[in-house]
């Protein structure tokens, strides 16, 4: 039983750009920078997971902020993914007590 109010998991290259409103030609380009990540199918049409939307939406507020080029972004996301990561291994070590050290 359908209640149409399911939605798909992923968009196709038309939808997720009309959703971002932005040219399908630039999603391909992020595609082929490697800064959006998405799936093909049998038939060579992209298919992108909802979480690649606020991939987007980041994309987009770096290139204002900064002006820089798409493939710089690419550095700056990798580094700032990186960050992000590394105080997030920093914040649980510190909530382990000793300081994160193992005694036994």
Known sequence: MSNGLARPLALDLESFARVMQVHPQMIRRLVA????EADRDASGQLWFPFSELAAVARIQRLRAAFSMNYAALGLVI??????AALEAALQDTSRRPF???SWT
């Open 78 to 83: 990798h580094l700032l993914d990186r960050v």
């Open 99 to 101: 300081g994160g050290r």
């Open 33 to 36: 920078l490697g800064l959006l």
